[in-house]
């Protein structure tokens, strides 16, 4: 008695459709009418066999290996579309089951893959199936980008907020009162200069858990932060017919739980190219990350390492230039004093978060990149050619770039708006946590670090090795 393996599977497309229960009914069926001896089921459950699939499918693994090691006589399925929709892998299954004798049998109809027209048979079916599987996915993404443009939410429902259905599906999705209050919470302390980590630590803490029921994670944050979804945009992201990645944004249909004041505060907090999550257990060196290494072709940060009994901050492009810790945090210290000593020190940055200044600046930035956009859609239709839109690219991007730094100087952290603010401004420094101090820093200037040119066993510091650049005049 021939020995069959039956196998299953359902893509998450269940329209018209068989459940893998009732597709193993019918083949079991098939088996029993043929008088073949079941050896086992494999399934794959909500898994893609197209040329478009993202996951593998660890059942259908199982059953190459099974026919490799000759242990069947027939592979058995409901469709030829549940075992392949990409010809590659069809023309990979006939010449392994041609190579250890394996028929195929789907839905009554037996292949023999040891003859010529049964092979051609398979080839012309599974051409089909891929064929219908490309319509299914131009399908999926017509029905997509028609749901982007008609500003439809979409995908996995966003922290903050619910959705409403009926018998058509989902008809929309409103604002989670209770979730949303916690968002805004999360937006309001960290923009006061509070580290991510540490909303993280008290989020989980307090038992509050993301849809998912695991733990906040910093980079889950960050993502809830610098969502469009919150100021109701939505964000269509495909490839065009040239291949090329294009975003598309438009008008969602449901309310916002940012302003876009908010949200344009908080992409320029995160588009920071000086920033980064720092902080876990709590900061334990002043400037490490802060400064920068001035050799030619580097400009990496430079992070506190131990040398010998010794703290130094070294570049990590290299490990070729390091500075004494003590030396730098005491220099670097110094002139933060100094600064704050000064009687315009009052007016070093705006006490109110300049809003009017950041408003500007930000429309500044939103301009450019407007123009930016332009450009590139004007390639995608044949306007102008790739070669203009680099050249437009070129000139715009260092200016967009420096118009996002222009946003960063006026996005104030707490810390530095009530150091300003305090009569004994000195005295409020040597209060001042570890990391509010790092931002203070951050907010005040910028620092590189050069090698030094001195003697091997000179002693003291170098400080012509050391650029501070203020970042407000």
């Not at 098939?30 to 079941?38: K, L, R, T, Y």
Request: proline share 3%; aromatic share 6%.
């Amino acid at each position: 008695m021939p020995d069959a393996l039956i196998y299953c599977r359902v893509s998450q497309d269940r329209k018209a459709r068989r459940s893998v229960t009732e597709q193993e009914a019918e083949c079991r069926l098939i088996c029993a009418e043929q008088g073949w001896n079941v050896l086992d089921v494999i399934t794959d459950n909500d898994l893609s066999a197209s040329q478009y699939a993202k996951k593998g499918r660890p059942g259908w693994e199982q059953v190459v290996e099974r026919i490799e090691a000759g242990a069947v006589d027939v592979l058995v399925v409901w469709e030829l579309s549940r075992a392949t929709r990409d010809m590659n892998v069809a023309v990979s299954l006939r010449d392994l089951c041609k190579k250890h004798r394996v028929k195929i049998n789907w839905r009554g109809d037996t292949y023999n893959m040891e003859k010529a027209n049964d092979r051609r048979r398979f080839i012309d079916d599974s051409n089909d199936a891929e064929y219908e599987s490309g319509k299914t996915s131009e399908r999926i993404k017509r029905t997509t980008r028609s749901a982007a443009a008609a500003g439809r939410p979409h995908g996995r429902l966003p922290w903050g907020y619910v959705r409403d259905y009926d018998d058509t599906g989902m008809t929309g999705q409103r604002i989670n009162e209770e979730e949303a209050v916690l968002l805004r919470e999360i937006a309001t302390r960290v923009l006061d200069g509070e580290p991510v980590s540490a909303v993280v630590r008290d989020f989980n803490n307090r038992g509050i858990r993301p849809h998912s029921g695991a733990l906040w994670s910093g980079s889950a944050i960050r993502n809830l932060l610098v969502s469009r979804t919150y100021i109701a945009e939505r964000v269509h992201r495909y490839t065009n017919s040239n291949g090329d990645r294009v975003e598309e944004i438009t008008q969602g249909n449901w309310p916002a739980i940012f302003d876009r004041e908010t949200f344009a505060k908080l992409q320029a907090l995160f588009d920071d190219p000086g920033r980064r999550s720092y902080v876990s257990n709590g900061r334990a060196h002043l400037l490490g990350g802060v400064m920068r290494c001035a050799e030619p072709g580097c400009g990496a940060r430079m992070w506190w390492w131990r040398d010998r009994e010794r703290g130094v901050y070294m570049c990590k492009n290299g490990f070729h230039n390091s500075i004494g810790e003590k030396y730098m945090d005491d220099f670097i210290t110094g002139i933060v004093l100094e600064r704050l000593r000064q009687p315009d020190i009052g007016s070093l940055l705006p006490t109110d978060n300049g809003s009017a200044e950041f408003a500007e600046a930000q429309a500044h930035v939103e301009e450019l990149q407007r123009r930016l956009d332009d450009a590139t859609t004007s390639m995608i239709a044949g306007e102008i050619s790739a070669t203009t839109l680099g050249r437009i690219e070129h000139s715009l991007i260092p200016l967009i770039q420096e118009a996002k730094r222009s946003v960063r100087v006026v996005s104030v952290p707490a810390a530095a708006r009530s150091l300003f603010a305090n009569d004994d401004p000195v005295a409020a420094w040597e209060a001042l946590s570890l990391e509010d101090k790092v931002r203070v820093i951050r907010s005040l200037m910028s620092i590189t670090v050069r090698r030094s040119t001195r003697p091997r066993g000179s002693r003291g510091f170098d400080v012509d090795r050391v650029t501070v650049e203020w970042l407000h005049s």
